[in-house]
């Protein structure tokens, strides 16, 4: 592992910019005391900022820029306005090689668009892939791709499956890591088109990763499996409902503790064990995707987070860079299409008689 | 309110068949004692379990039935070997008006198969929809489908949209439903292009609900939708997240209340509101999908359900067939058509760059 030493920051990205940027940076420096920063936005904005890390300050680089892409852009706005702002100075820097990887809580669609233009894509990638961690019981998984992009083919998945792995690897240190595909029904005869198809190569095909077969949405959070892989579309649901119903559940579980004297007390002499499940299901801890499939490492910070969570995110970049995951993609992807096309070509696609296609089970 | 009076289930239907089927039945007989129930299966079996509920044996016509469809059988394979077996008995039932509705707690793909071929579909739908209940903070909604078919076109999710809304209009007393499409972002830039297209023609429309926009997967669980709208690739997956992390979240919570002595007597003392927790997140009280579209009412109960469980899908039905629903949506299915050729002939189709496709925000 080469330890990363330069990383490039968009300190205004997300709700609160260079005030959550710069604590969250000296957080990752306390972690990484040799990392050094190349930070990009607006010079008095974070000065102000640096002034209470004084450590920080002395290895850090201010780039001022005086635009910012703001949170409700629309990406094509955003491409077109792109030059000049805090997120693509931080991009450049790592196209140039003056920093390992990149970090931004800004606006995810144009961090996306202009990621995709300043570092351009792996071989055979078209369209990158968001890729996030989502807690489970056991370790947490990578779920890719929840909403780059809306629909994926059979080919795209199979490589969203070699990206997930690879950044199993590189993130949770997983030699060998688990793949299985997003799907409504485990029988292989349910599911859309392009799944089963993907499906059927993925059991063909040599691969540096155990593939596992289907997997439906009650058991991501079960932690089985440490690569899930889907289309954005429903990746992108079924990330949010994830994060909607756990704060359901916490509703629930705070009108209930506060229904009564007695449930207020028990609930106290319970404080330890609530601080458990609080630590458990944080969601600053699994703070940090990545577009999967760039010829660079641009992470993406949650824009609502606080220091704890952005320095989560520079954390997932340090990880990815000191395990040289970009050179081992873009070698595993070439390999990978020569792989599907060898398989596709003996192979017929993926059949089914019309009434088999209806049903979801349960 | 006309009051349903004959039902017919399909007894062997479930994980535990006649067991949960004349338990729950008999529960449903309690809460409406008008009702005469039609039960379809092997009459030994049944008729041992109605000896424990002689009120409702009173009620009871046992139709002896030899085969039975296999829980994990392919919907074409209960095709064809349909006739004859519990299920279908029950079907038939509706279709020749001895039954104003019928529930299965069986194989959903089969029952989604046989219930078209046999009660046939309404006017304009081509595949019907499976509609589910979605525990809220608030009161329950309506979530379709929930994996009935892959993919709906923008026609199909504006029937949906009305389908589900007189769902919850039959099912929970809601006068003017509100109803959403689910999306990955609440930007009318996003989305797939049916979602956008059905999106452009509700705002145009003259509907019987209230057309409230996108919803993102985190806001379903917030109850401020009545109906939330989607294909049923998504919509699976949405409701089986949402059940695992429900499920998941219970894991960490019995982990940290039995992490130390101290915590158990916390737990303990606060079981009052465990118990209220427990309540509200019971699934059994969701019990009860239902597959829209149909010509007469079919509801699917869970397959691992108890009595409980399967007295609550009885009670949709009930509702559904209370409100007569089947005759009121035939109406409207045929001036909803009528009013999207109107809007869809004066409008053209919804159009973006393609840049502005990529992006899920957050």
Redesign the interface.
Known sequence: MAEPQFLALDAMGGDFGPSVVIPGAALALKKHPGLQFLLYGRQPAIEEQLHAFPELAARSLVHHTDSVIAS?A???HA?RRGKGTSMWGALEAVRDGRAAFAVSAG????L??MSRLVLRTLPGID?PA?AGQWP??GNPSIVLD??????ATARELCTFALMGAAMSHSVFGIDRPTVSL?N?GT?E?K??EEVKQAHAWLKQLNLPFEYRGYI???????GIIDVVV?E???G??????????????A???R??????L??K??????????A??KR??DPRRFNGGTFLGLNGIAIKS??GTDAIGFASAIEVGYGMAATGIIEKLTEDLVALQAEIDKVAAAMPPAEQ?S????????
Chains 1, 2 share one sequence.
């Open positions: 409700d629309k990406p094509s491409l606006n995810t669609g144009a996306m668009a369209r968001l489970t019981i929840v909403g780059a992009n809306i629909g997003l409504v029988e005869i599911g859309a439906e949405g009650d058991k991501i959070g079960q889907c954005g579309f429903s992108n649901i079924a990330l949010k409902t994830a994060e909607g119903t756990s704060k359901q559940i509703t629930y579980l009108e209930a503790m506060t229904s009564s007695v449930t007390i028990g609930a106290l002499l319970a404080s330890g064990g609530f458990i499940l458990r299901t949650h824009g008689t009434d088999d296609k209806a049903g979801a089970g349960g």
